[in-house]
């Protein structure tokens, strides 16, 4: 696609509840991460995918989060058993070069909101 | 992990007032990005800075880094409705992953 597609854009659930979250990256690039932004606030780094492997899980707030990147493309957050404190905008990058310098192309996030 | 501030938090202007915003460390950068992101979407980036006092344009906004790589700003001359949105700085701390800071929201008013 032309450029960075996660779906849904909302999602509303009920404390308890899984809930999975898609990002589509730029075709070719190799290089993909997600980030959660709560109200007011700068991106917090969750996980780093280069090609289907994840060098750098650091950024995940507890067990309940995991993700998968399959085919070196398609990846998935999956958020267990969510908490009200989850609710926040979570926003997938995908870039061409892993390197220093990269360029971040983001897509426009998935606003989850826990009931 | 180093701490990106910036400040201010918020600013809002008329319309062909300019205005700059910040962003400071303690620690030195390796380079500094500088997004803005609009309601509802990702940030899209900016500019890449890397050498100490280095100066970019584009348009009607000028960065500049610091001497001594510890901080940088942000100038946008005459700004314009279009201009709104949230301004984040971000570090590279190493296999592409960003260091963001909190972010200047920046209102234009007609």
């Known amino acids: 696609g032309a450029g960075v597609s996660q779906s849904p854009s909302n999602k509303v659930t009920e404390k308890g509840k899984d809930v999975e979250l898609r990002c589509d990256p730029i075709?070719?690039?190799?290089?993909l991460y997600w980030y959660r932004q709560s109200l007011g606030q700068g991106l917090e780094f969750l996980i780093y995918f280069q090609g289907n492997s994840a060098p750098d899980k650091s950024g995940l707030p507890s067990d309940r989060f995991s993700a998968e990147r399959t085919g070196g493309s398609v990846s998935t957050l999956t958020i267990q058993r969510t908490q009200q404190e989850d609710s926040a905008v979570y926003l997938c990058?995908?870039?061409?070069?892993?390197?220093?310098?990269?360029?971040?192309?983001f897509g426009s996030g998935t606003q989850l909101s826990v009931l | 992990t180093q701490l990106l501030e910036q400040s201010p938090q918020f600013l809002s202007i008329q319309e062909g007032e300019n205005l700059t915003v910040y962003c400071n460390s303690s620690?030195?950068?390796?380079?500094l990005q500088w997004y803005r992101q609009e309601p509802g979407e990702g940030p899209v980036l900016l500019v890449t800075v890397v050498t100490g006092g280095e100066v970019k344009k584009l348009k009607r906004l000028t960065f500049q880094f610091g001497d001594a790589r510890k901080d940088s700003s942000l100038h946008i001359t005459a700004a314009q409705p279009g201009d709104t949105g949230l301004y984040l700085c971000?570090?590279?701390?190493?296999?592409?992953?960003?260091?963001f800071g909190a972010g200047t929201q920046v209102v234009v008013t007609p």
């Open positions: 620690s030195v950068f390796s380079s």
């Open positions: 990058a995908s870039s061409l070069e892993r390197l220093s310098g990269g360029k971040l192309f």
């Open positions: 075709s070719g690039h190799t290089a």
């Open positions: 971000a570090e590279n701390i190493g296999w592409g992953k960003l260091q």
